[in-house]
């Protein structure tokens, strides 16, 4: 079950953030989102919470989206990214495998359904697929993933930049280059060195995901799911000490995004937050 639910508070471009949130039928975990635009005028991100079952199976699925070039390829992955996971044969037998394939293949779906229009559309993710006690985090780009787990920040997203040594050597052996434009950028253009979309840069700017997985036990509290408007601004200490002691993760997700709006963040934020309720810290009550 979820709910979906308007601000009253608008944010300083008049537009009020999208909160909602809802709770897995097993009770195992509630989740919360909030979303805004914060001080642009278009809005690129789109986020993503969907509990399904597969193979009788009770399967969550969590996303943030951040959308660059326009909204086509951030809406696109939206729609499309979890029913190609969860259709993947292997889903249940090798859910890692699954995810990679389902990331490239979505990739694919959406630079051949483009046919060559808005050759700048891309988007980042990071996603999280919860499966038995299994949490299975997925990225490309710079849109990050942070567990609290006892107590402790820990990130289980990597942000994918051109800057990065291991990212830089993978581009230059495809034939492109990496340079200083206001910051690091693949051909002198994108500031991220994965994400889907953008056409022009295939060669060099993959879709290929990095996986972390992590066991969902009594010290795994909850999970950050954001974009970069939270984190240019927010650190992921920071994020899990403002979240920790907030119940409602619905109520958690708005506190991030208000820090984000207080600090600055000159850009669109979503902030995606699953709370377990197998940790001490993440007993469900009425709010």
């Known amino acids: 079950m979820g709910h979906h639910s308007l601000l009253s508070g608008s944010q300083p471009n008049g537009s009020p ?3 909602g949130g809802g709770l897995s039928q097993d009770g195992k975990f509630s989740y919360g989102y909030a979303s805004s635009p914060g001080k642009r005028s278009s809005m690129e991100d789109f986020y993503e919470t969907r509990i399904d079952g597969v193979n009788g199976e009770m399967v969550g699925f969590f996303g943030v989206f951040d959308g660059h070039g326009g909204i086509r ?13 969860i259709k993947h044969p292997n889903f249940i037998s090798d859910t890692k495998s699954a995810i990679v394939d389902a990331y490239n293949h979505t990739d694919s779906e959406f630079l051949k359904c483009e046919n060559g229009q808005n ?10 697929v919860l499966v038995g006690d299994r949490l299975l985090v997925a990225n490309v780009g710079d849109s990050r993933a942070v567990i609290c787990r006892g107590g402790n920040a820990v990130a289980v997203s990597r942000d994918h930049k051109p800057d990065q040594s291991d990212e830089r050597q993978r581009i230059e052996d495809a034939g492109g280059f990496v340079m200083w434009a206001g910051t690091w950028r693949v051909g002198g253009v994108l500031a991220v060195s994965r994400a889907f979309g953008d056409r022009l840069l295939k060669q060099f700017v993959v879709a290929e995901p990095e996986i972390k997985e992590e066991v ?3 010290s795994l509290e909850f999970l950050i ?3 970069d408007g939270l984190w240019d601004v927010v650190s992921n200490e920071e994020a899990v000490a403002m979240v920790r002691p907030i119940e409602d993760p619905e109520q958690a997700a708005q506190r991030l995004l208000q820090e984000a709006s207080q600090r600055g963040s000159a850009d669109n934020t979503t902030v995606v937050i699953v709370r377990f309720s197998n940790s001490p810290h993440g007993s469900i009550g009425s709010n």
């Open 216 to 218: 969902v036990d009594n």
């Open 225 to 227: 799911l954001a974009s």
């Open 119 to 128: 050759r700048d559309a891309g988007s980042t993710a990071s996603t999280a």
């Open 17 to 19: 953030p999208v909160t």
């Open 73 to 85: 390829a951030a809406e696109f992955v939206k729609r499309h990214l979890f029913s190609n996971i």
